[in-house]
T-cell receptor
Framework: NAGVTQTPKFQVLKTGQSMTLQCAQDMNHEYMSWYRQDPGMGLRLIHYSVGAGITDQGEVPNGYNVSRSTTEDFPLRLLSAAPSQTSVYFC?????????????FGPGTRLLVL | AQSVTQLDSHVSVSEGTPVLLRCNYSSSYSPSLFWYVQHPNKGLQLLLKYTSAATLVKGINGFEAEFKKSETSFHLTKPSAHMSDAAEYFCVVSGAGSYQLTFGKGTKLSVIP
């Protein structure tokens, strides 16, 4: 069980470039989500998915796109990178059983936009 | 709607003294509450979680938290701080029926030798 994996670990982009942050989980979890972490802001929800083919916006979705074609993968796309998107991005997956939910976080991707 | 307020952005304690990190929450439903820890340049680690069972929740590394509905609080405590506890701590709330987590802004814990 690899848990939640994220690639790349670190990326530098120029303003206007596009890229995809990869996230995969091998635990067959229905729910997956993307967060960004900025100093003094905690983690804020960008997009989430409750299953393959279903996605929705979180608190800070502008400038990001997601899709969920399989249960395992939930890529996050930056359409045209801006310096304000410099951040650490965390992917998470979770399941619920017996009324309790458990979230698993990936190791994070550190993105620098110049 | 749900929200979390961590009352201190930075807490400094001496090694061997108690730790108290304060968290208040707001939720329209019976919430699930969590504390996560993040060491410098590392990912998030779950310390403990409350999901409507016992109000006093014990976690890893000697941490515990008490859910007080009347005060809408979920403060994190540890009897004796260790140098390895120096990290940032996040209080997190999840509403009933929702997987969405709302994070507090974090409390940075410094431990003085």
């Amino acid at each position: 069980n690899a848990g939640v994996t994220q690639t790349p670990k670190f990326q530098v982009l120029k303003t206007g470039q596009s890229m995809t942050l990869q996230c995969a989980q091998d635990m067959n979890h229905e729910y997956m989500s993307w967060y960004r972490q900025d100093p003094g802001m905690g983690l804020r929800l960008i997009h989430y998915s409750v299953g393959a083919g279903i996605t929705d916006q979180g608190e800070v979705p502008n400038g990001y796109n997601v899709s969920r074609s399989t249960t395992e993968d939930f890529p996050l796309r930056l359409l045209s990178a801006a310096p304000s998107q410099t951040s650490v991005y965390f992917c998470a997956s979770s399941y619920r059983t017996g009324g309790e939910e458990t979230q698993y976080f990936g190791p994070g991707t550190r993105l620098l936009v110049l | 709607a749900q929200s979390v307020t961590q009352l201190d952005s930075h807490v400094s304690v001496s090694e061997g003294t108690p730790v108290l990190l304060r968290c208040n929450y707001s939720s329209s439903y019976s919430p699930s509450l969590f504390w996560y820890v993040q060491h410098p340049n590392k990912g998030l680690q779950l310390l403990l979680k409350y999901t409507s069972a016992a109000t006093l929740v014990k976690g890893i590394n000697g941490f515990e938290a008490e859910f007080k509905k009347s005060e809408t609080s979920f403060h994190l405590t540890k009897p004796s701080a260790h140098m390895s506890d120096a990290a940032e701590y996040f209080c997190v709330v999840s509403g009933a029926g929702s997987y969405q987590l709302t994070f507090g802004k974090g409390t940075k814990l410094s431990v003085i030798p």
